[in-house]
């Protein structure tokens, strides 16, 4: 048997660092056994998905070093891996399980599907809504079919007893069937849910192990009944530690920067995050701290993964980088490193218009421009002096103004401007007066290049972890404050 494992990123944002974790591990397992490790792309929220994420993605992860044997850029023998052009397939497969019996066409609208809920709570019993609940009589049915009404295809399951799913870290995983609901396979625009689409990849791509995040042990019962009502193999399943910030709690975005993106905007070396990554709930059997991808291939055993959730800490990645920089940079690998991270034509052309209206020497650049060169600006309580806002109403624009960029699916200057604008008109503040402490937070001083071409530059994550430190020299968001804010913030 041949080694396959992959990773199956869905393209609906920024390339997360949890990506490129779970990729290292995958590649690492498939190299161990020399086997092959593949890319394939989950974009069936047709909402959600956008190209320009698939695209960063990819990149992301080679810049990381993490090659793929096959994927949507590659080729292959299994594709196309791209979930959206496989739509035929899926639709196929919820057709063979609904004549097998394993799978039904379910009419029920969405205020039935409430009631159905409240009546299940009403009685004491788990929300999962089973086979049974959703039956309608024989009639009703056949007329809702008659008349075309939407419907959704949905598995059956079991009404109780013990699902028990083996995990290659966790061993037996048991869960109650009462839990489990009449999972949608196809929703009511024909289009899979992650579920199906899983498994009828992972069988069809010939996929041996599945190593995946933790917060997919729940989908196993299902995914493993699927398995049986296909016929097929499951593959080994293997749920890796979540990352967790350094209070433990899950690393996300609100918190800290996840978006690779981000990270090498910092100026991180790929070698230092995927080294830093691979100490993510794993060690080398001599516990260095410091190795190559390829050491970590040539030494990797999943089962000194530990399952206490390994802690993505900035601090130590830093240390490491600069380890990278003075021990494995000679002058020309560090020339190369800065030419690669920011002194390239294409970045400074980038940049220039913003400069060149606003220089009268050359020598004015460096001062004018850092900040399009740099980390987090150096920035204490005082930067904001010249800022006519009470601190309360100042912490609360910077915070509001993390919160509306957060959810913004794709980045550029006309998206945020609008953003800003609403904010402004908000807080009943003329763009100037309101942009004043934003351009402290991003450009680190009073007056620079534009702001809002800055921050389009910059990126999400850099520009919201600039904002959020801001709000940190300032003295950060207090508890009781964060409460104030989140329920103004709800009602906007
Ligand atoms: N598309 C899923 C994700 O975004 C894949 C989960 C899995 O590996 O099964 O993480």
Redesign the pocket.
Known sequence: MTVRT?????P?GDPHV??AY?ALFNLCFARQHDGQFILRI?DTDRVRSTAESEQMILDSLRWLGLEWDEGPDVGGPHGPYRQSERGEIYADHARRLIEAGHAFRCYRTSEELDALREARKAAGMHLALKPADLALPEEEQARREREGWPHVVRMKVPASGACVVQDMLRGRIEVDWAQVDAQILLKSDGMPT?HLA?VVD?HLMGITH????E??IN?APKHQLLYEYFGWEMPQLCHMPLLRNPDKSKLSKRKNPTSINYYRRMGYLPQAVTNYLGRMGWSMPDEREKFSLAEMMAHFDIQRVSLGGPVFDLEKLTWLNGLYIREELDDEAFLQALREWAFNEQYVREILPQVRPRVETLADVVPLAGHFFSGLPQIDETSFDAVKLEREDLLKLLQFLVWRFEPLPSWHKEALLAEVKALAGHFGLKMKDFLAPVFIAITGSPSSTSVMDAMAILGSDMTRARLRHAIGVLGGVSKKQAKRFEKEYREL
């Open positions: 992959r990773i199956a990123p869905s609906t949890g990506t779970i989950e992650y899983n992972d599945v190593l995946r995040g917060e997919w989908s």
